[in-house]
């Protein structure tokens, strides 16, 4: 199955009104014994050229036919990147065993004071 893109009788259409057109041209400068084959001959390559022709005019056409483009949306858009926000000075490890639990040991079991101790531990240094 041949798949031009197109109807297959649109190209019969194309090729009979250029052979026909083509016969008409050659008609009264070639003998009659040669009309035909070289009607035969160029309509094909008169088919090819007027394929040729039309992508031409139609590639040097299409900037005309498409659709305007707004200037201002082409253009990147500039987003302020975030700035990073100032970060707190990190507190030494000797400020944080203040609030270690060995402060009160009497009011909290050893196990959680541990538990505790290592929350707050990881805690501290994240900010």
Not at 34 to 48: I, K, W
Not at 77 to 98: D, I, K
């Amino acid at each position: 199955m041949l798949n031009l893109g197109y109807p297959l009788w649109l190209l019969a259409a194309v090729l009979v009104v250029l052979g026909a057109l083509t016969f008409y041209v050659l008609r009264g400068r070639v003998s009659d014994g040669l009309l035909v084959p070289l009607t035969v001959a160029l309509t094909p390559v008169s088919v090819v050229l007027v394929v040729a022709v039309a992508v031409l005019i139609s590639s040097l056409l299409s900037p005309f036919y498409e659709a305007p483009s707004d200037g201002l949306r082409e253009k990147p858009q500039n987003t302020p990147t975030a700035t990073p926000e100032p970060t707190a000075p990190t507190t030494s490890p000797s400020a944080t065993p203040s609030a270690s639990p060995s402060a009160s040991p009497s009011a909290v079991p050893s196990a959680s004071a541990t538990a505790t101790g290592s929350a707050t531990a990881t805690a501290s240094p994240s900010p």
